[in-house]
C-alpha cells in the first residue's frame, strides 16, 4: 500500500555527518509511525529509532542517543534521521519502516511497510 524510498547514504570518516532522508508514497504518511533499523554485513537488523504518527514521541536504541536525531515533515511524506560523531561501528545499510498503528505498547516492533535500504559506510 505505502512505497518507502531512502536517501541520502554515502561514505564519511568518523565523527561526520550525514542526513538519511525516506519519502513515502501510496498511503496516508500521517497514518504511521515511522522508524529506523539497521543491518551491517553478517549481522541481524536492529532497531535503531522510531517517531510518533504526529512526531511528538521519540524512541532511541541506546547506542544512538544523543548523536542522532529522528523528525518527521507530514506535509512532505518524508521523515528524516540526521546522524552526528558517526562511528564505524554505525556502519550498515539503513532502512525505513512504516508501522500502521500509533507506538502503542512494544514499540520495536509491528512495522509493515519497508524501504530498500541506503548503505552508510563510515571510514576510521
Known amino acids: 500500500q505505502v512505497q518507502l524510498v531512502e536517501s541520502g547514504g554515502g561514505l564519511v570518516q568518523a565523527g561526520g555527518s550525514l542526513r538519511l532522508s525516506c519519502t513515502a508514497s501510496g498511503g496516508t504518511f500521517s497514518a504511521y509511525a515511522m522508524g529506523w533499523f539497521r543491518q551491517a554485513p553478517g549481522k541481524e537488523r536492529e532497531f535503531v529509532t522510531t517517531?510518533?504518527?504526529?512526531?511528538?514521541?521519540?524512541y532511541y536504541a541506546d547506542s544512538v542517543k544523543g548523536r542522532f536525531t529522528i523528525s518527521r515533515a507530514n506535509a512532505k511524506n518524508t521523515m528524516y534521521l540526521q546522524m552526528n560523531s558517526l562511528k564505524p561501528e554505525d556502519a550498515a545499510v539503513y532502512y525505513c519502516?512504516?508501522?500502521?498503528?500509533?507506538?502503542?505498547?512494544?514499540?520495536?516492533?509491528?512495522?509493515?511497510?519497508w524501504g530498500q535500504g541506503t548503505q552508510v559506510t563510515v571510514s576510521s
Open positions: 519502516a512504516a508501522r500502521p498503528r500509533n507506538l502503542i505498547g512494544d514499540y520495536r516492533t509491528g512495522y509493515e511497510y
Open positions: 517517531i510518533s504518527q504526529g512526531g511528538s514521541t521519540t
